[in-house]
């Protein structure tokens, strides 16, 4: 049998698979009747034994790389991808993930990263004459005590809604970063961590040295422990991906760091749920004219939360 | 195997699916990606702009300035974020942009890109567009392994592949006239082996993107010595010989393709000469034994 008479009788196939494919491409799943669909898995189950029998009939290269495509095409669309899955997420985010992270190394790393810097510099700023300036710049400094300089309290909820979209654009994307660039050269989320602790200790430590009115610490009670758990959460996820790279655990490199993205994935998802949170009570309780004792409240119940989520739910023995 | 080192400096990946049957794929560089990749740039804002107009529009109108500003953040913070991933994991692997350039995003094993694999990929083009979203870090990496992963393709285990917009033709016929005379001479008895019928096919499929003298070059090689072999004259042109090797291995023989070609003068003496009989009644060389094809089960359809 020459290739002229074995093209002509599988030309129609391959064309009405093709003819498929594009239709296919088009539209959604659900909507492909179950008859085209059985009909398109034996279509392409021809076109795969075609390929596989290529070599053997001495197809030239070109109606090869036809069929390649075809077949590529086609798997493409018999295998497509799944949707998201919410019920298996809430399993995932509030039994295994807690679990994990009780007894993650990298983030017990980040949290004493993070404080021990915090701490440190939070001393320097406030014992040090011109460390706060030198670290994060007079420019920064002076804008965040006029920020804070008026006691005057209290805005509509038309503006703290606003607030709320501002901080949860602009945390959560801190808090993305941390995660991303902890990645680089392997021991990137190190730096990231404590440049951070750094930068964020230091204001801490100035506007404690300061002799006139400030709402700074009234400001920062309800929304902290949200949200410097929150980057601590993604500076670890951050390191776990970046070491990954260094401490291979006998996997290979690369393989390493598959498993590293996919553990490190449900830790960005609660971090993204720490930021979200803190963004909403930075937005409209720590703003507004509430007694310091409410604000207050706020943060021991969130503390209260986070003990429960970090140690009652991770401390459970594993399934 | 030899194709070790051909594989190595190409673009092909191959893909053993479910079926065991392994298809390759053509990987896409990074001068595919960037464009859609910029197409892609273009949506966003195009999008993000108009969305956080109408935000702005709307809660103005019912007096909630601020809440406009704050959604209209929140859109941005979505969009740049997420537009890719929220984009591959809902679309199959593909973006709008990489829809337009015909590329798709899929896991290094053929499988389809899961929607984790599809977000987290592009959280990480926060690492891979270092310094100064000049990209260095991601073209590096892409340079050094073998899928043109960048970090966040390793971290997820994806590859982006090039679906082929235009379905080349099947199998290349050659029409020249002097390739079909030639293609009578050859004897009927000679069977072409199957390293060279490939040789045949690809020196025919590249052949038009040759100059002349390339040609005679390249194919003087085999063309040199089959001709001494069928006793050809000596002005034959190698390359018109090759091609008629090809038409008689691929198209020529069993089914008389060669009668429905013109057949030109002064063939008979020669081919007479040589003693060899132009239609062949044997079963042409070169071709594997027949198996039977596999054929759709229709029936199933109804």
Not at chain 1, 89 to 106: S, V
Not at chain 2, 25 to 42: E, S, V
Not at chain 2, 88 to 94: F, P, S
Request: hydrophobic fraction near 45%; glycine fraction near 10%; include cysteine.
């Amino acid at each position: 049998m020459k290739v002229v008479d074995l093209l002509d009788q599988r030309r129609e196939n391959w064309r009405e698979l093709e003819t498929l494919c594009m239709r296919f491409e088009g539209r959604r799943r659900s909507k492909v009747e179950a008859e085209t669909a059985v009909h398109f898995a034996s279509l392409y189950r021809c076109a795969c034994a075609d390929l596989a029998l290529a070599d053997a009939y001495q197809l030239p290269p070109n109606t090869v790389n036809y069929l390649h495509q075809l077949v590529g095409r086609a798997h493409n669309q018999l295998y497509r991808s799944q949707g998201f899955n919410v019920g298996t997420w809430f399993d995932e985010i509030f039994d295994r993930l807690p679990r994990r992270l009780f007894h993650d190394g990298y983030l017990r790393l980040a949290f004493v990263l993070f404080w021990g810097f915090f701490l440190a510099s939070m001393y320097l700023g406030y014992a040090s004459d011109g460390f706060a300036e030198r670290v994060v710049g007079e420019e920064a400094l002076r804008k965040m005590e006029d920020d804070h300089a008026d006691s005057a309290q209290g805005r509509d909820v038309d503006e703290g809604l606003g607030a709320v979209g501002f901080y949860i654009r602009h945390n959560t994307s801190i808090g993305l970063q941390c995660f991303g660039l902890g990645l680089l050269f392997g021991v990137g989320g190190i730096f990231i961590t404590i440049s951070n602790a750094v930068g964020l200790g230091t204001v801490f430590g100035h506007m404690a040295t300061l002799t006139t009115e400030t709402d700074f610490w009234e400001f920062v009670t309800a929304h902290g422990p949200f949200e410097l758990t929150g980057i601590v959460v993604m500076s670890a996820a951050g390191m776990r991906l970046g070491f990954s790279i260094v401490a291979t655990g006998g996997y290979t490199r690369g393989e390493s760091l598959r498993r590293a993205g996919r553990e490190a994935f449900p830790t960005i998802i609660l971090g993204m749920f720490l930021f979200g949170g803190a963004a909403v009570i930075e937005g409209l309780i720590s703003p507004s004219s509430l007694p310091y004792w409410t604000k207050a409240l706020v943060a021991t119940a969130c503390s209260a939360l986070l003990v429960f989520y970090f140690v009652l739910l991770g401390q459970r023995p594993g399934d | 195997m030899a194709a070790d080192n051909a594989e190595a400096i190409d673009t092909q990946f191959e893909i053993v699916t479910p079926e065991n049957i392994a298809f390759q794929y053509r990987l896409a560089g990074p001068f595919q990606r960037l464009p859609a990749f910029l197409i892609d740039l273009l949506i966003q804002y195009a999008v993000l702009i108009i969305l956080f107009l109408g935000v702005l529009f709307f809660f103005g109108m019912i007096r909630l300035g601020f809440v406009g500003v704050g959604l209209g953040l929140v859109i941005q913070f979505v969009i740049s974020w997420f537009y890719a991933g929220l984009f591959e994991a809902l679309w199959n692997g593909q973006t709008p942009g990489k829809r337009l350039m015909r590329l798709r995003v899929i896991s290094a094993d053929g499988q389809p890109i899961r929607p984790v694999q599809a977000i987290l990929r592009n959280v990480l083009h926060v690492a891979d567009c270092q310094p100064f979203y000049l990209y260095q870090v991601g073209l590096w990496v892409a340079a050094c392994n073998r899928r043109y992963a960048r970090l966040g393709d390793l971290v997820c285990g994806t590859m982006v592949v090039i679906e082929e917009p235009q379905y080349r033709s099947m199998a290349l016929r050659v029409t020249e006239p002097e390739a079909l005379r030639l293609a009578e001479l050859i004897p009927a008895g000679f069977r072409v082996p199957r390293d060279m019928a490939l040789a045949l096919s690809s020196y025919v499929l590249r052949r038009r993107a040759l100059p002349w003298t390339r040609r005679v070059q390249i194919a003087r090689h085999l063309g040199e010595p089959l001709r001494m072999r069928f006793g050809l004259p000596p002005q034959t042109s190698y390359d018109m010989l090759l091609c008629a090797m090809y038409h008689r291995t691929f198209f020529a023989g069993a089914m008389g393709q060669a009668e429905a070609a013109p057949r030109p003068v002064g063939s008979g003496e020669i081919a007479v000469a040589l003693g060899a009989t132009p239609f062949a009644d044997a079963p042409p060389g070169g071709s594997a034994p027949v198996q039977p094809l596999p054929t759709v089960d229709t029936t199933v359809v109804g």
